[in-house]
């Protein structure tokens, strides 16, 4: 450590126009600096971040000779950057670098000029003696393994993965069901050009197959995952298929048998399969697969018959699990979402009544390639439905009950469902209850006004209270706030807008991933506007809408952005890893543990034969749990230890 | 067993047929029934309407009164006491200002002691630790649907019940509920437990009319009409009930009903506990069979069947 007397010390006060300068007195809080033991020169700017201001603090390193410098302006997170930068080019180490958060955690939240500026000179101060026992720290170097894993094969999952494949990158994807496709290929027409949504999917489906970089393991999951950014070791489990994708001829002679019928999937359950089945036509990869928890037994006394037909031979039995390890240098996070459950919504009655449907129930209807061809046949008894209600929001912005937030696209597909009903039953009644018809995108408002202005559909403003059955109508209960009247509805079939929720099976894999979820489940950006694709734990990227409910441009923009910023990891030849980690000294370390269990990376582990701690120094992400953990004082963060809290606090807390 | 139970001021008035039914019931299902000493009426829903401190007393001294009594827990059928009662423990449980208050109040209380004839002062805090318990919970939780079918002397497998819960059982979910406001199964689970054919109808939960029989009846016939032509729709020969309000409006009223709906010819509405008790063998006259303005001894069996239409 640098001796205290030594260090020459420059503090830069910005005004950042009246941001604080309007409440702070920059000014004395220079003048006073001055002053405090270490501080060789002290000065305030207008707008420090500015090119003169970065001029001002790089020229004064240089001609005063200075060993650390306070820059007392915004939150670090904004311009730490910047002027660690400007330091290193005046020659300085840039962890001698210090911001003093004057601007949010002063003068953004206090009015009073007095006491702002009093609390500025400690913040400043406290930074000061932070500064004195600062040593100069070099980053840490790692080696990066140029192949990225994307887990989900939908459209957010496929698309990162061709354009980090078209960067020249390998890439391996990972699919929980036997094809990928996820679920876009099941949506019908797509809002606002109404384009078939398999017409779109399927070219990148197959393009994904072909493409010499992109291995794609479906029917498979990520069983673990350990190591650091840019050294990932995967473990992939891949389910039996008891198919051979190589020598199956698609002929459908073993479904023909299968004696096993099932729901389909792939049809949200309004039609049926057999156990021995492919997805949909266009699955990829393309080939059968045995459903082994609906398989009614392979040995010849309980079924055998679909390898009895099988002329291509392609029907395995003894094909067992496999765990396929990997190594890759970063990892896409596209797991997408599901819908949330009916059941929760007691009051709509969707768990008892078949002609109450969710919003990708109503897309299967719809689709060309679903249950009825197309045809709009409501699922009790197959009548084309004369009158149908639409209920957005069902679960959505519902705090008290259900999830607080908007699910975001369902002002556009209720529309889109409700236009295209009209479409196919000209004399039919379509109404829409909403709270509000959000419909902020390209082209969006245009084709919301269209659904009533072209094709006559209802909006009503309000909220439905109860649907039930009487005779065969359902009897919608719900309230027109414009005119504050109650309205009873007569319906063939209501479709819910459900909303969108984390996937089932995320919460289990986000733990396994160790990335950060929010309240609600879905997935945490670094910085939710300048970091939107990023995770807080390094090489972990975001895509679609295991981040949150997004349409498809939406999630093919972020898609692209994390292939991006894959490539941009990819592109350098070693990565440098932040230096201020939690090290163990190892004479205090008496190997209690505590630490471990604290650490959220994983970074540390105890030495079973010296009975001491060992830091992986890049996983290490300078939390400090540890350091507030161990009670022997052994964990010391760089630049951050003990002895430096207690100047800073002593700084702050003196008259 | 015993237990604390509070029957409320109109069972001992109005809805006699609910209170002497309880009593056979859990006589028959050696249940002892221990009302608090010197109990008041609840506030019926004033304390809940006007959140004033000085109506939410006398609930909260019935509670503090069982709990004198050695008591942890208090019974209630009537569906409107329960909710009263409830609401106000949850008031001692969640919101402190009110627990200060209505302390502070209660501590002035004074009390001629029987035997002594002393007097009492100064009374302990209440701090909420008093079950409100509904029957139905107390039947479910306590004494357990497999002693309960153990106890049954009459096979009621012929009656189509309907389950009306009305809005007090339910509403609001957080302070009164004893189960799922929108898709609820107790009182059914009940029903099936004594042995009725259980009938589901989409009208359960909802409102009778309420108080505006007093002030405006032609608004409340047709809530309660509705009601009573979904259960007769949905193939229920019976409508079961806990609240005597509900009662009111849909069984004592029935002639208002009719005088609005001509087709209307009545319906056979019983409260819970008539059906409980006449499962375990009570008989007509003990319960109040007599006593209700559409009689339900033809559906039940006891006389000859009656034309019902809605």
């Not at chain 1, 010499?212 to 650091?228: A, D």
């Not at chain 1, 768990?351 to 709009?376: M, Q, W």
């Not at chain 1, 990376?601 to 992986?616: F, K, P, S």
């Not at chain 2, 898709?183 to 099936?192: A, G, M, Q, V």
């Amino acid at each position: 450590m640098m001796k205290k007397e030594k260090k020459r010390i420059g503090v830069f006060v910005c005004h950042c126009g009246v941001n604080i300068a309007g409440v702070v007195d920059v000014a004395r809080v220079a003048e006073v600096l001055k002053e405090y033991p270490g501080v060789e020169l002290s000065a305030d700017y207008v707008y420090m971040c500015s090119e003169p201001g970065q001029q001002m603090v790089l020229d004064k390193i240089k001609e005063e000779k200075l060993d650390a410098v306070i820059v007392a302006a915004c939150s670090p997170t904004l311009h730490e950057g910047t002027f660690q930068h400007a330091a290193e080019l005046a020659g300085l180490n840039p962890h001698q670098v210090e911001i003093a958060n004057i601007r949010e955690q002063d003068a953004w939240v206090h009015p009073d000029r007095e006491r702002a500026t009093d609390k500025a000179i400690r913040i400043v101060r406290s930074m000061v003696e932070k500064a004195i026992q600062n040593e100069d720290l070099e980053p840490i170097k790692v080696g990066v393994t140029r192949k990225a894993l994307v887990i989900g094969g939908g459209v957010a999952g496929l698309q990162s993965a061709l354009d980090i494949a078209e960067q020249g990158y390998e890439v391996i994807v990972v699919e929980k069901e036997p094809s990928v496709g996820g679920k876009m290929i099941q949506l019908s027409e797509t809002f606002p050009t109404l384009d078939c949504s398999q017409c779109i999917l399927t070219p990148k489906m197959v393009e994904a197959t072909r493409h010499p970089k992109i291995r794609l393991m479906t029917y498979s999951e990520v069983e673990s995952i350990s190591g650091f950014v840019g050294n990932f070791k995967v473990r992939i489990k891949k389910k039996p298929r008891f198919v051979d994708e190589d020598l199956c001829k698609l002929c459908n002679d073993c479904a023909d048998v299968c004696p096993q019928v099932v729901p389909d999937e792939y049809n949200m359950g309004l039609s049926f399969r057999k156990a021995i089945y492919m997805p949909f036509p266009q699955a990829v990869p393309g080939t059968y697969t045995l459903d082994r928890d609906n398989c009614l037994g392979t040995l010849p006394i309980r079924c055998g018959k679909c390898k009895d037909v099988c002329d291509a031979k392609a029907i395995d039995y003894d094909m067992k699990e496999e765990i396929i390890e990997e190594e890759v240098g970063a990892v896409v996070v596209a797991t997408g979402y599901d819908l949330y459950d009916m059941k929760a919504l007691g009051e709509y009655g969707g768990e008892h009544y078949e002609d109450v449907v969710n919003g990708l129930e109503f897309e299967r209807i719809l689709s060309a390639s679903g249950p009825t061809g197309g045809k709009v046949q409501r699922p009790s008894d197959g009548k084309e439905p004369q009158n149908v209600v639409f209920i957005q929001c069902a679960g959505s912005r519902d705090p008290e009950y259900h999830n607080s937030y908007c699910s975001k696209i369902c002002c556009m597909y209720t529309a889109k469902h409700a236009m295209l009903y009209k479409h196919r039953v000209h004399n039919g009644n379509a109404t829409v209850f909403y709270i509000d018809v959000r419909t902020g995108g390209k082209n969006f408002d245009e084709f919301y006004q269209r659904t009533i202005d072209e094709d006559g559909v209802l909006y009503l403003r309000g909220k439905v209270s109860k649907i039930f059955k009487e005779g065969d109508k359902l009897l919608v209960w719900g309230v027109d706030t414009l005119t504050g009247q109650k309205v009873e509805v007569e319906a063939d079939m209501v479709v819910l807008a459900m909303a969108m929720t984390k996937a089932d099976g995320a919460p289990a894999l986000m733990k396994k991933l160790k990335v950060a979820v929010d309240a609600n489940g879905w997935l945490g950006e670094a910085h939710p506007k300048l970091r939107p694709v990023e995770s807080l734990n390094q090489g972990f990227f975001l895509a679609g809408c295991a981040h949150g409910p997004k349409d498809i441009p939406e999630t093919v923009s972020q898609a692209s952005a994390a292939a991006a910023k894959v490539g941009a990891l990819f592109a350098k030849t070693e990565l440098m890893h932040e230096p201020t980690i939690v090290p163990v000294v190892e004479e205090l370390c008496s190997g209690c543990g505590i630490c471990v269990s604290m650490c959220p990376y994983g970074a540390r582990t105890l030495d079973q034969v010296q009975h001491v701690i060992e830091v992986n120094e890049v996983l290490c992400e300078g939390c400090g749990a540890c350091a507030a953990a161990c009670p022997a004082g052994a964990a010391q963060q760089r630049n951050q230890s003990d002895n430096q809290i207690f100047s800073m606090v002593n700084a702050i807390l003196r008259g | 067993m015993r237990v604390h139970y509070y029957p409320g001021c109109t069972l001992k008035e109005k809805a006699t047929n609910l209170e002497d039914s309880t009593q056979a019931a859990m006589a028959r299902l050696n249940v002892e029934l221990v009302e608090p000493k010197g109990w008041t009426c609840c506030g019926a829903e004033f304390p809940l309407i006007t959140e004033k401190i000085h109506g939410l007393t006398p609930p909260v001294r019935i509670l503090r009164q069982v709990q004198r009594e050695g008591g942890d827990k208090v019974v209630t059928t009537c569906a409107f006491c329960f909710a009263v009662l409830k609401r106000a423990n949850r008031a001692m449980l969640d919101n402190p200002e009110q627990h200060m208050r209505i302390n502070a109040y209660l501590k002035e209380d004074i009390e001629i002691d029987a035997l002594t004839k002393e007097k009492v002062t100064d009374f302990d805090a209440y701090d909420g630790d008093v079950s409100p318990l509904h029957l139905l919970e107390f039947i479910r939780d306590e004494i357990g649907y497999g002693t309960l079918k153990q106890h049954l002397k009459r096979d009621l497998s012929h009656l189509k019940v309907a389950a009306y819960y009305g809005c007090r059982l339910l509403r609001p979910k957080k302070e009164v509920a004893i189960d799922d406001p929108e898709s609820p199964t107790i009182f059914e689970d009940f029903l099936r437990a004594i042995g009725c054919t259980v009938i589901d109808f989409p009208f359960k939960q909802e409102c009778c009319g309420s108080y505006l029989s007093a002030s405006m009846p032609e608004s409340s016939n047709e809530p309660s009409y509705r009601i009573l032509k979904s259960a007769k729709l949905n193939g229920a020969n019976v409508l079961a009930m806990s609240c005597p309000l509900c009662y009111y409006n849909m069984e004592t009223r029935q002639d208002r009903i009719r005088e609005q709906y001509l087709t209307f010819g009545g319906f056979p509405v019983l409260y819970f506990t008539q059906l409980l008790a006449w499962a375990l063998g009570a008989d007509a006259e003990v319960i109040g069979l007599e006593k209700h303005a559409f009689d339900p001894r033809p559906v039940l069996g006891i006389t000859q069947d009656a034309e019902v239409s809605v």
